[in-house]
């Protein structure tokens, strides 16, 4: 066989059933090999929208995702987003064709490997005809067990070689084709490290003496596997601990009475309060970095931080912590809470954290529609926050929300209640603007059982609008929002107070209700809530087609967490502005045409 569908037969045999990608020439054989052995591929219209829809796919069914690229710019258009998913974790697998060695001046010539260590996913290539199969089960293996971006290179000449089919050498009860167990591996892989004894006893002996403990958890607890929420319930019960997670884990205690939600900047001021008031902290598989304990201001001053991860080099990386676990999340829950249970003095009878005032408080303030406020809307544009309470109220709850990067992030962030921890894919480990609307395409093929919301900025959606085209063909009915501001909204509200001119980051009304109509999509402008009556007849009309709503939202203010990130650019303070001198820039706008109203 071809080196080609010997790579079809291997992933395949691995369980690869859906791959990404958009085909050219280099890799359009390795494509139809993995499509002949029964992989759905999903054609993106930009490498970017490509990766990212992988990355979004991966990160909501907890599989590695597969992604197939041309050689070259096939390349280069996926990085920001492939540097995404490095930097966040993603397993990624990424088939990259790239010229033969011999072909020393080929336009289309990268060094590959350079940028994938450049943008830290993990560098590897196919050697010859004879080894590569196991090069790329050792590829699909690491990204799915390491959890990484693996940036494999497929050399022409290679892909081009006949092989025989060698049976998956070095991998267990592999003789033939077909014969790869899609489980070989996990056996082996061994998540549910537990942590020494010492370590067990000395954070079972600080939940014993805490009497106000706060759980964090993190990635590391949502992909611990569905027994972790149980083992760190049970644990948090038995020393009276309220739970909250960090955004990349947001819904995993969704239904608990304890449930803070996310910590962190978008954290309730309920939440806050009660994080700042504990006295221990124990973030469980969370990187506990500056978005989570708002650069440290969620923390204590008395308080004692544990950081319990399966990775060393996590522990204390953002935040020394008070104590280091090293164990798998729901092994370590587990173990604690069998310590716990075995000792002569457990904290019998003492509810830790768990008073019914507390609880009747968490009841009633909880959700951050919750908090008041006072609504901005004025008829012609309508405040985030009523729109997002809105839709909250008009949306399934059983839904996926992806949230693309801006000023506006937030309001879905808060204000979007989702049904679990595999209902919310939050694409913010490189802060890129315009990743949003294929991560949601990515999670609604994932997820097919739940409504997909995308919440995405005007600059965020003009960025990536093209792989509308990928939603409409592939029947897509997700819901994507776009709050429309006109403008790069967390520059204007960032630079705008100071002072400094605005003609870069501001922009002329843009009817991208109509642009989505252009596409195929149902597309509605909302002002006001009364626009959305739409909105209800297309979830009534068993929609077979994306529906994008433009609502042009008031941006009198910025959001408020988006001072936290621009603090994280300065980490020794802000610059001194040098100069207020106007910018005209010409390029911006063409004289003599006025902004509609
Ligand atoms: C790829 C990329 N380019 C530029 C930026 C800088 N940036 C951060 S937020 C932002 C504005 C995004 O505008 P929009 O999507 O409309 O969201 P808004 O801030 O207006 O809510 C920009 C340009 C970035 N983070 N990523
Ligand atoms: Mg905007």
């Known amino acids: 066989m071809l080196v080609t569908e010997a790579i079809g037969q291997a992933l395949a045999d691995l369980g690869v059933d859906t791959t990404f990608g958009l085909v050219g020439s280099g890799n359009f054989h390795v494509t139809n090999a993995l499509i002949a052995r029964g992989t759905r591929f999903i054609a993106a219209r930009h490498e970017s929208g490509a990766a990212s829809m992988a990355d979004g796919w991966a990160r909501i069914t907890g599989r590695a995702g597969v992604l197939s690229l041309h050689q070259g710019p096939g ?49 590897a290539r196919l050697h010859s005809a004879g080894l590569a199969v196991d090069d ?82 993190g990635r590391g607890a949502r992909v611990a596997g569905p027994g972790a929420r149980a083992e760190l ?140 406020f006072t609504d901005e809307s004025d008829g012609s544009r309508i405040d985030p926050r009523t729109l997002t309470i809105e839709l909250d109220d008009l949306l399934p709850a059983e839904r996926t929300v992806a949230v693309d990067s801006g000023n506006f992030m937030g309001y879905p962030s808060m204000f979007l209640s989702v049904p679990d921890q595999d209902g919310f894919t939050f694409t913010q480990a490189f802060q890129s603007v315009g990743l949003g609307l294929a991560s949601a395409i990515g999670s609604a093929i994932a997820r097919p059982d739940r409504l997909t919301v995308a919440a995405l900025g005007d600059g965020g959606a003009l960025m990536a609008i093209s792989e509308l085209e990928t939603a409409v063909r592939l029947g897509l009915p997700m ?23 605005l003609e870069t980051v501001t922009f002329p009304p843009t009817d991208i209700a109509a642009i989505a109509r252009g596409y195929g999509a149902t597309g509605v402008t909302v002002r006001a809530p009364g626009d959305l009556a739409p909105v209800r007849a297309w979830l009534d009309s068993s ?51 006025q902004d509609p109203p």
Request: net charge neutral.
């Open 136 to 217: 790329v089960v050792r590829a699909y293996r690491t990204a799915e067990r390491e959890r990484r971006c693996v940036i494999l290179a497929l050399p022409l000449d290679v892909q081009a070689s006949e092989c025989t089919w060698p049976g998956v050498a070095g991998v267990e009860g592999t003789a033939g084709p077909g014969t790869l167990a899609a489980g070989a591996w996990a056996l082996a892989a061994g998540p549910g490290a537990v942590p020494p004894p010492a370590q067990v006893a000395a954070l079972a002996r600080r939940l014993a003496a805490a009497q106000r403990p706060v759980f964090i958890a």
């Open 75 to 123: 390349i280069t258009n996926a990085l920001t987003a492939l540097t995404e998913a490095a930097k966040a974790r993603t397993p990624l697998l990424v088939l990259a064709a790239d010229v033969s060695p011999a072909a020393k001046l080929s336009n289309f010539r990268i060094d590959v490997a350079a940028i994938s260590a450049g943008i830290g996913a993990t560098p």
């Open 233 to 372: 319930e049970r644990l948090a019960a038995a020393c009276g601990a309220l739970l909250a997670t960090s955004a990349a884990a947001k819904g995993l205690f969704r239904g608990s009475p304890w449930d803070l939600d996310v910590s962190g900047g978008f954290a309730t001021p309920l939440a806050a309060e009660l994080i700042r008031g504990a006295d221990l902290v124990v973030g469980w598989g969370c990187a506990l970095n500056m978005w989570t304990l708002r650069s440290g201001a969620l923390i204590g001053p008395d308080a004692f931080v544990v950081q319990v991860d399966h990775d060393t080099a996590a522990i204390g990386a953002h935040r020394r912590p008070d104590l280091g676990v090293t164990g798998d999340v729901g092994a370590t829950a587990r173990a604690v809470a069998d310590h716990l249970a075995a000792g002569t003095s457990p904290p019998a009878g003492d509810a830790g954290y768990r008073s019914a005032a507390l609880g009747a408080r968490i009841a009633a303030q909880h959700r951050w529609r919750d908090v008041p």
């Open 479 to 501: 819901v994507i929002v776009v709050y429309n501001d006109d403008a790069y909204g967390a520059e204007v509200h960032h630079f705008g107070p100071d002072g400094y001119p």
């Open 543 to 593: 929609p077979d087609r994306p529906l994008l709503i433009d609502a042009k939202v008031t941006a009198t203010h910025g959001a408020w967490w988006l001072e936290e990130a621009f603090r994280g650019h300065y980490p020794t303070g802000p610059p001194q502005p040098a100069s207020r001198l106007p910018v005209r820039n010409p390029g911006s706008r063409p004289a003599g045409i």
